[in-house]
């Protein structure tokens, strides 16, 4: 939900920015959309950082007492770390209402902007460490587990090796386009004056825009049960779209001898 209601947001702002309306001030609803815009990102990182801490407690090996313990809790965490990220997305996109009126063209470093670069750098740059370090903790358990469990068989496709080494390709992707939508975010929330007016917003923008589309898919791919829900859906999709058109070309002729 987070990610729709992100992508809506991305997708309006867009159509704003390439077509302007000109009969009524744009201000107040930029200010909302700037607020969802920024809400439904960074609770994005937060959800995407407390199901890498879900993964990686779940499935990586480890003795210590504190990680057993949190592995026989972590399902009881899991709706406080969900309404923790509630609470501090929501918090942290307060100050947007502010910090928009200062992102226009030739921005200075005044207080309310510098307020809202530091409040928004510690509310994405503390999810993109917990995902970062999960996912190499997670990794590096998936890669170990795979040498051992190739030593062990007779046969390279095995199809619980196959199932390790498409979970390891997972991860590696989700984790390129998380890196690289993070470093997209943070160039746009600089002032326009250091960086690039032409290239600079087309690049950050699609590296913005694949990064939710892209991890949501690589997670239905990688589930056997979302994978054939989505064919089931595409199926549906494809027969109503072909029902359609045999309709309105049986239709045509009817109304053409009508009129």
Same mark, same amino acid.
């Given at each position: !939900? ?17 077509? $302007? ?8 609803? !930029? ?6 815009? !920024? ?8 959800? #995407?950082?407390?199901? %890498? ?11 210590? $007492? ?10 009881? !965490? ?6 923790? &990220?509630?609470?501090? %997305?929501?918090?942290?996109?307060? *100050?947007?209402?502010?910090? /928009?009126? +200062?992102?226009?063209?030739? #921005? ?15 509310? +994405?740059?503390? $999810? ?33 090796? /196959?199932? =390790? ?7 590696? %992707? ?20 250091? #960086?690039?007016?032409?290239?600079? *917003?087309?690049?950050? &923008? ?8 892209? =991890? ?7 589930? *056997? ?14 027969? =109503?779209?072909? /029902?359609?058109?045999?309709? &309105?070309? =049986?239709?045509?002729? /009817? ?5």
């Amino acid at each position: !939900m987070s990610r729709i209601l992100f992508l809506v947001m991305y997708v309006v702002n867009l159509f704003i920015s390439i077509f $302007p309306p000109a009969t009524f001030s744009l201000a107040q609803v !930029m200010i909302t959309i700037g607020f969802l815009w !920024m809400f439904s990102n960074t609770v994005g990182l937060w959800f #995407t950082a407390c199901l %890498s801490i879900f993964y990686c407690v779940k499935i990586t090996s480890c003795k210590q $007492p504190l990680f057993l313990r949190m592995k026989q809790r972590i399902s009881v !965490m899991v709706p406080k770390l969900l309404l923790g &990220s509630l609470l501090v %997305s929501s918090v942290s996109s307060i *100050p947007c209402i502010w910090g /928009e009126n +200062s992102t226009v063209a030739d #921005t200075s470093w005044d207080v309310s902007y510098l307020y809202f670069i530091l409040l928004y750098s510690a509310a +994405s740059f503390i $999810p993109f460490i917990i995902f970062l370090t999960t996912s190499i903790l997670l990794i590096s358990s998936l890669w170990r587990h795979t040498r051992n469990m190739q030593n062990n068989a007779t046969s390279f496709w095995d199809p619980s090796t /196959e199932a =390790h080494v498409r979970a390891i390709k997972a991860m590696i %992707s989700c984790l390129i386009l998380y890196i690289f939508n993070f470093v997209a975010v943070s160039i746009q929330a600089l002032p326009t004056c250091f #960086t690039d007016r032409t290239w600079t *917003p087309i690049i950050t &923008s699609i590296a913005i825009a694949a990064y939710p589309s892209g =991890h949501s898919l690589i997670l239905i791919l990688i589930n *056997p049960k979302l994978k054939q829900a989505l064919v089931r859906i595409l199926r549906s999709i494809k027969c =109503h779209l072909k /029902e359609g058109i045999f309709k &309105s070309y =049986h239709k045509t002729p /009817e109304m053409s001898q009508f009129s």
